[in-house]
């Protein structure tokens, strides 16, 4: 696939940031607060989180599981995410600063897109309708009105165990030509980012999260963050020729040891 398809390669960008959503954009996850306050509860879902983490049951079926749990109709589920769901505080300074230095900034979401671009605009403004999203979708359920009680549900990206496999998306752009290939930044936070956590060139990861876990596990290098300054600062910095992503790579991995042993 040539350069000129892939959408976030309109502008030639020497840079390009994937992201996850929730959690990572957002404080705090819509579809876990759908779940625990909507659908089956805090306990039942953290199960589900865990037994993807080891390995004993795929993200698409315990995503699936977390979803079928929420019968509120969805324009319910809607306004009661538009009235709880909080930005990151430096999402927006990041997103401008992105902007106005062609640095595309592209959603890769195990959530749904309608979802997320509802969020999106209203949290972070009318230019948010410029970040691509790749996510999962919501359609009616049979003989159903997506709006009426169990009426939506969610239909999946592709056919992996993933439900979405996010490195599909960020392959096409690694596997570009030396000379067209940009540099390649991940944020995320959960399980749901296992299969992107490999393949971009600096994985900044959420202190305290479960993709934290796996990377040590996996043996995955990756770079802590608390909120989007640090993730503004050092992206910043690369882009500048200050610091390379191998170097901020290498100090995080040391940093999060040496944290580790402190504690």
Not at 48 to 67: A, E, W
Not at 205 to 210: C, F, Q, R, T
Not at 220 to 244: M, N, R
Request: hydrophobic letters at 35%.
């Amino acid at each position: 696939m040539g350069s000129y398809t892939l959408p976030a390669m309109q502008t030639n960008p020497k840079f390009i940031f994937f992201t996850d959503f929730d959690g990572t954009i957002t404080q705090s996850d819509s579809n876990d607060f759908l779940t625990d306050n909507l659908g089956y509860g805090q306990k039942l879902r953290k199960q589900g989180n865990q037994d993807v983490l080891m390995d004993r049951k795929s993200f698409r079926d315990s995503f699936q599981s977390m979803m079928d749990s929420v019968q509120t109709p969805y324009d319910q589920c809607i306004k009661t995410l538009l009235e709880n769901i909080k930005l990151d505080p430096h999402f927006k300074e990041f997103y401008d600063w992105c902007r106005q230095n062609n640095v595309p900034v592209v959603v890769l979401s195990s959530g749904m897109e309608p979802i997320i671009r509802a969020l999106l605009v209203h949290l972070v403004g009318k230019e948010a309708d410029d970040i691509q999203i790749v996510a999962n979708d919501v359609a009616p359920r049979e003989g159903k009105s997506i709006n009426e009680e169990g009426g939506w549900q969610i239909v999946f990206h592709d056919d992996s165990h993933f439900g979405h496999d996010k490195s599909i998306e960020i392959r096409q752009y690694a596997n570009l030509p030396d000379s067209e290939r940009p540099i390649m930044f991940y944020a995320g936070d959960g399980v749901s980012d296992l299969s992107a956590a490999k393949e971009t060139d600096l994985l900044f990861a959420k202190k305290g999260h479960d993709l934290i876990t796996y990377c040590v596990r996996e043996n995955v290098p990756f770079t802590v963050f608390e909120d989007w300054s640090s993730i503004l600062a050092t992206v910043k910095d690369i882009v500048a020729g200050k610091t390379t992503v191998k170097q901020v790579s290498t100090e995080g991995v040391k940093d999060y040891e040496a944290n580790k042993e402190r504690s």
